[in-house]
């Protein structure tokens, strides 16, 4: 270490110091005696940002200078002179202790002490040292993160603990001048000083910043022998809940965590105003309350560290050539139908890539299992789940030359590209509005006649009334829809009469296949009904789905 940094961390010590020499000596006494650690004891007289600029401090240390403080103090304060070392050893004897149990008010966890899922208790005695345990899980789960955020759930009974012995202090020491003088705001939760101590550790571990980020990472701790305010109310006397003279919520104050203390005919003051004393009712439950769960305390919380990524989208637009391959898995009765899909050919090989949980396919509508996708392709989303790496241009090339290399060759992708969950309302805008294009292969049951391509070919904005399609009614509701026909052309086949290749323009949602051949009188017009005969369609292909999501650039 250099010397400028050694003067440095020099001078934060002797600020700590001059810091904890100004704590009220009886105050500090007091909290102890209850069985708050050290670092809750900083925390409650506002000491956070002093705690936070030593991480790697060891809990010993703190309790160090706690008691080297609170030594001389003590001496100094002495009715009767003591020998040399008399209390020092006591004391430091009792202090230490103290410290190998477990915080009575944060049940251990800025102790950094917690069992695992296993029961194994752990102890890390700075926070650089519990920081270094979740980055170490972080890399060794996930390859990449560009940022993260930090979140923290613990139990009830913690966060009423802060607020018992909030209000403890306040009943016992609202008439003392340091107390009146110490703003609300000073106060700072478990979960906030939690947060504020791994943080900047975290960020310089794992070399990136903390911020609203897609990955997070969860500190979820658990107490299952808590004791709830109504055991105590109970044991009071009664079942009704009465008021406690603390209701569970917190004021957010910036980066702190303040109790919201509410009262009913009378409150603890402090402005400059008289000072009304709570009832000593309120006070005895609040005290009760408090030390009850305090003697409940016998071991540290379970915890539980998670990591997850918010799902991230790859988009792009799939061409199928297969006349056997659904979109997406179909199953009917155990069987599977097709030899592929579009969904299992595209995600599985997205999937494996990001080393993701799991992966979900969208595309901007669907194409039957028999009908092929052309032209510029249909757009579509890959959503992978927690994914390990973010994406890349160049993960995004190779996943594209991996799908469009498979010797099947029935699906092909294209504009390929990684977007955020904006991509998704892309496709849902121009979904309801879009047109496609399609070429149908067309049997007519008399030779194709000039006038039949004319009349055809002439009808513009057609509008038809089509009711759901029987060979789809097992799963639709049964509803009128009216849809345009934007435009038709015609070709005939060489070497036959009877067939003709249509091509037409048609708003999102129209079937065709009714459209072609009527479907017994259920949709309204039809080719067949402006032609006068009978009409089926041979073939069908999907052209162009004009939308203007994920085209070439």
Partial sequence: ??????????????????????????????????????????????????????????????????????????????????????????????????????????FGILQFLYNDDTGTLFKKYSADDFALVIAELVKQQYQQIDSFSLEVSLPSAVTENDQAVWLYMKNKYHRELWFQEKADYQFISTKDILKLLVINPLQRLLGVKSSQSSFRIRLTYSYSDALTRDDVQEGNGGNKRRKTGFTGDLKITGESVTPHVESSDSHIGDGDGPTKVRPKESQDLSCSYLMAQLDKVSKPCCLNINCCRSSIYIGGRYLKYSRNVSQTRWVIDDERMGEASVEEIVGGAILPIFQGDNYKFHAAGREDIDVRMLGTGRPFLVEIQNACLVPSEALINEIEGNINSLESQYVRVKNLRAVGSQGWDLMREGESEKQKQYAALVWISRPVRDADMQTISSLKELKVAQKTPIRVLHRRSPLEREKIIHWMKVERISGSSQYLLLHLCTQAGTYIKEFVHGDFGRTQPSIGSILGCRTEILQLDVTDVKMDCFQAD
């Fill in 1 to 106: 270490m250099s010397s400028a940094a050694i003067a440095d961390e020099e001078e934060k010590l002797r600020l700590l110091r001059e810091a904890v020499n100004a704590l009220p000596f009886n105050a500090v006494k007091d909290l102890w005696s209850i069985g708050a650690c050290v670092r809750c004891i900083f925390r409650l007289f506002g000491l956070h940002e002093l705690m936070c600029a030593h991480p790697s401090l060891s809990i010993s240390k703190w309790c160090d200078i706690l008691e080297d403080v609170m030594r001389k103090k003590d001496i100094d304060t002495a009715d009767h002179p003591q020998k040399d070392g008399e209390f020092s050893n006591e004391q430091s004897h009792q202090e230490r202790s103290r410290e190998t149990k477990f915080c009575k008010i944060c």
